[in-house]
């Protein structure tokens, strides 16, 4: 990531990490090898902060509840004939607020890009680089594509750490009854070639 590495083992770079890191203030290698610790320990006087279960549930095998499917309020259709998913990407941390000002991890993830099965790519002419237009119900947004077979024939998939992506404002704003969670892993779209 640019920052010259002078680490000669694992426990110094925990030294490192519980120097910087309030939580981790009491974690040691030393003390991990003698008997465990339960993060977080600020202090190497910390006991480290117990956990809800050891070796049990308090109240036996645990309690399950049957919940309702309930379907997605959008549905792919002849005009908006794709499924859109929304989430994160490996480079960045949640929604790339602090990864994004390092400039380092350009190296890695430069641009924001929609994930096209290339049975789909192949029918819409779309080839890998190519800018397209993607519309839903509530706007549109132009990405890069990326030809992958990580998605499904139907679906297409794209992050939403890119402010000049805005894909969120595609998404679908039906929410969950109960967490209030917006639907944002099922949105209808449809994909064009612009470039």
């Known amino acids: 990531m640019g920052y010259p590495m002078s680490y000669d083992s694992l426990g110094h770079i925990m030294a490192g990490i519980a ?14 090898e003698e008997s465990g610790l339960q993060w977080p ?3 190497p006087e910390h006991p480290g ?14 309690k399950f509840h049957a919940v309702e499917h309930i379907s997605p309020n959008e549905l792919p259709d002849q005009e908006y004939p794709f499924v859109l998913s929304t989430g994160r990407r490996r480079y960045h941390y949640h929604t790339g607020t602090m990864t994004q000002r390092t400039g380092t991890m350009e190296v890695f993830y430069p641009a924001e ?3 096209i099965n290339g049975v789909d790519a192949e029918k819409l002419s779309i080839s890998d680089g190519d800018r397209v237009r993607v519309t839903s119900r ?3 947004v132009e990405v890069g594509a990326r030809i992958t077979n990580t998605v499904t024939p139907g679906m297409v998939f794209t992050s939403f750490q ?3 992506v805005p894909i969120n404002n595609l998404t679908n ?5 109960v967490s209030k969670i917006p639907e944002y892993k099922v ?9």
């Not at 949105?187 to 470039?195: G, T, W």
């Open 19 to 32: 120097g910087v890191t309030p939580s981790y203030g009491g974690i040691s290698y030393a003390r991990l």
């Open 41 to 43: 320990s600020p202090t």
């Open 49 to 62: 902060t117990k956990f809800l279960h050891a070796g049990k549930f308090t109240r036996g095998p645990g």
């Open 113 to 115: 890009y929609l994930e």
């Open 138 to 140: 509530r706007g549109q």
């Open 162 to 164: 890119y402010p000049d």
């Open 173 to 177: 704003p039906a929410r969950d009854p």
């Open 187 to 195: 949105c209808a779209v449809k994909l064009e070639k612009v470039s």
